[in-house]
């Protein structure tokens, strides 16, 4: 069987990404858990978390014939095979990139191509239209049905909700 070190992810049981990432460091697996900074204030006190951006995931690289040793663990309630490897990457290093600037991040409902979504801001806003296309993070196409007719426009996936 082949050796090749393949993502996969780690679906966790309730609250043990951490945990997971401490039991694979100590076994030699190496892990991705994408974590963003949460600030709370306490009573006048500033307490600091790191959080983990997708709750109950942890990604691995590893070799297929791993998993046995991850499901030894305890901590995972299910193992995901990633199909498109390539894009999978891809799309990780983008999200990394991303929290690495430490700009405000956060997880939201996927605004994906076809979905019905609603303007929450700008001058567009109370407006339903469809997600026409993607750009990176953060820029969404949208057609907006006008009497009949489309129009698309160019809008910052930050002023849309699903609809």
């Given at each position: 069987m082949d050796d090749t070190?393949?993502?996969?992810v780690a679906h966790t049981r309730p609250r043990c990404e951490k945990k997971l990432c401490a039991y694979c460091e100590r076994e030699g697996l190496p892990t991705t858990l994408v974590t963003y900074r949460s600030v709370k204030n306490y009573r006048g006190k500033t307490a600091t978390f790191e959080k983990p951006l997708f709750p109950g995931?942890?990604?691995l690289k590893m070799p297929p014939l791993g998993r046995q040793k991850i499901f030894q663990s305890d901590y995972v309630a299910n193992l995901l095979e990633v199909s498109d490897q390539a894009l999978f990457e891809f799309q990780l290093?983008?999200?990394l990139a991303a929290v690495e600037t430490n700009v405000e991040i956060q997880l939201v409902p996927e605004i994906g191509v076809g979905r019905k979504v609603l303007i929450k801001s700008g001058p567009l806003r109370g407006q339903e239209g469809w997600v026409e296309e993607r750009y990176g993070m953060t820029t969404v196409l949208l057609r907006l049905d006008f009497i009949g007719k489309a129009a698309a426009v160019k809008v910052e996936a930050s002023q849309l909700e699903l609809a």
């Amino acid at each position: 069987m082949d050796d090749t070190p393949i993502w996969f992810v780690a679906h966790t049981r309730p609250r043990c990404e951490k945990k997971l990432c401490a039991y694979c460091e100590r076994e030699g697996l190496p892990t991705t858990l994408v974590t963003y900074r949460s600030v709370k204030n306490y009573r006048g006190k500033t307490a600091t978390f790191e959080k983990p951006l997708f709750p109950g995931y942890v990604f691995l690289k590893m070799p297929p014939l791993g998993r046995q040793k991850i499901f030894q663990s305890d901590y995972v309630a299910n193992l995901l095979e990633v199909s498109d490897q390539a894009l999978f990457e891809f799309q990780l290093e983008e999200i990394l990139a991303a929290v690495e600037t430490n700009v405000e991040i956060q997880l939201v409902p996927e605004i994906g191509v076809g979905r019905k979504v609603l303007i929450k801001s700008g001058p567009l806003r109370g407006q339903e239209g469809w997600v026409e296309e993607r750009y990176g993070m953060t820029t969404v196409l949208l057609r907006l049905d006008f009497i009949g007719k489309a129009a698309a426009v160019k809008v910052e996936a930050s002023q849309l909700e699903l609809a």
